[in-house]
């Protein structure tokens, strides 16, 4: 389990490798799931973007909204120290979108960094696949013909 700051609750500690881990109503950036992830003793960085498409299932979207359980970070929290178990993790970032969202925006940003690439890669999957199937989010789809679709975990 990664350690808080003794002096500072809920703030992580400088040698926990989860540097990032937020659910958010406000636009995402690439830029600052990559830095969060900078360190220097890692030779490979793996960074998933999960956005808004156009379509889903033969049905054209026109957009749609994600809501979460209100333990969805502690789910997320669980997932990546999970994660950090399991593969040699430098750094890891994962932040996901809540609210409404149109084509094109991102929904979730995921990243991490490890000392080669291939262990960066699988930790990344790990940490995405993880997250659509175990973290409380949930999608709202509202397709172009004027019908909608709830879609279970994201």
Same mark, same amino acid.
């Given at each position: 389990m990664a350690q808080t700051h003794p002096d500072h609750? @809920? #703030?992580l500690a400088a040698d926990d490798p989860? +540097?990032?881990?937020? &659910?958010?109503?406000?636009?995402? $950036?690439?830029d600052e799931v990559f830095r969060a992830v900078g360190d220097p003793s890692a030779? @490979?960085?793996?960074?998933?973007?999960?956005?808004?498409?156009d379509h889903d299932g033969g049905a054209d979207v026109a957009a749609l909204g994600y $809501?979460? =359980?209100?333990?969805a970070e502690a789910e997320m929290r669980r997932v990546a120290d999970k994660v950090v178990a399991e593969f040699p993790v430098r750094a890891l970032a994962a932040v =996901? +979108?809540?609210? #409404?969202?149109?084509v094109g925006d991102l929904a979730v940003v995921v990243a991490v960094s490890c000392a080669h690439r291939g262990e960066a890669f699988a930790a990344?999957? *790990?940490? &995405?696949?993880?997250? *659509? =199937?175990e973290v409380p989010i949930w999608k709202h789809q509202k397709f172009s013909d004027g019908t909608d679709e709830w879609v279970g975990a994201c």
């Open positions: 609750p @809920g #703030e989860i +540097r990032l881990l937020e &659910i958010r109503d406000t636009p995402l $950036s690439l030779g @490979g960085t793996a960074l998933f973007v999960g956005t808004v498409r $809501s979460c =359980h209100p333990t =996901h +979108r809540v609210g #409404e969202l149109a990344c999957r *790990k940490l &995405i696949d993880d997250l *659509k =199937h």
